[in-house]
């Protein structure tokens, strides 16, 4: 079945300084990408997705990358800020629409 | 509702009770999926539903675990003869899993915190 590595586990930048969070996936299959945003105390929300059909998609501040034949996508976040801050979990889908998750990355922004 | 709703939102039980922890899923969502979660852990899955089918359930951690979901909608998850270990919070998430392209955003409650004593 499907299984996603997320890295690293931890990870601290300076503010203003940018971070990249990557996960890799085994199932080519796979089509369809989420990241999650989880503060602390609060349920994950979604911050941004990518589909198998496109490479790289930015908003605002954050974007996904995916290549598709290495298997790996990855999180990009410039210009950090005090608020993000949190837990970030990627996310793909397996054969049977289900979504497998990573392990989660702690974000600490320092000031 | 707007969300997908849990219920309790908190749930304190005295260790060798059952529980029952109940999902109400965004409406039209076939997707449907069961987590555990501990103070500043990842997500650990315990079950998936697709409509009110589990094609995944291998997260269940131990026979007193089980979930059913009724009417491709509302899902329970039980917890027999509870453990201190069982504590933790509980997320549920729905999504419509075979839109138009596949997969789209999954959606979660807001937990249900079990607290075993």
């Known amino acids: 079945g499907e299984n996603v590595e997320q890295h690293p586990s931890t990870l601290s930048v300076q503010e203003g300084d940018s971070a990249v969070i990557k996960c890799t996936y085994s199932d080519s299959a796979s089509n369809y990408f989420p990241w999650y945003k989880q503060e602390l105390g609060k349920r994950p929300q979604l911050i941004i997705d990518i589909r198998s059909n496109v490479g790289e998609k930015k908003d605002q501040r954050i974007a996904v990358t995916l290549n598709k034949t290495a298997k790996h996508f990855s999180l990009h976040i410039t210009e950090t800020q005090p608020e993000d801050s949190a837990v970030y979990f990627c996310?793909?889908?397996?054969?049977?629409?289900?979504?497998?998750w990573g392990a989660g990355t702690k974000l600490i922004i320092k000031p | 509702g707007a969300g997908v709703s849990q219920s309790p939102s908190n749930k304190v039980t005295e260790k060798g009770k059952d529980v029952e922890l109940r999902c109400d899923p965004i409406?039209?969502?076939?997707?449907l999926y069961w987590y555990r979660q501990s103070l500043g852990q990842g997500l650990e899955f315990l079950i998936y539903?697709?409509?009110?089918?589990?094609?995944?359930k291998s997260g269940l951690p131990s026979d007193r675990f089980s979930a059913e979901r009724t009417g491709g909608s509302v899902s329970t998850l039980t917890i027999q003869r509870t453990q201190q270990e069982d504590s933790a919070v509980y997320l549920c998430?729905?999504?419509?899993?075979?839109?138009?392209?596949?997969?789209?955003?999954?959606?979660f409650g807001q937990g249900t915190r079990l607290t075993v004593v």
């Open positions: 409406s039209g969502h076939t997707a």
């Open positions: 996310a793909a889908t397996s054969s049977n629409y289900q979504l497998i």
């Open positions: 539903f697709q409509g009110n089918s589990a094609p995944d």
């Open positions: 998430a729905s999504s419509l899993a075979r839109g138009l392209g596949g997969n789209t955003e999954a959606f």
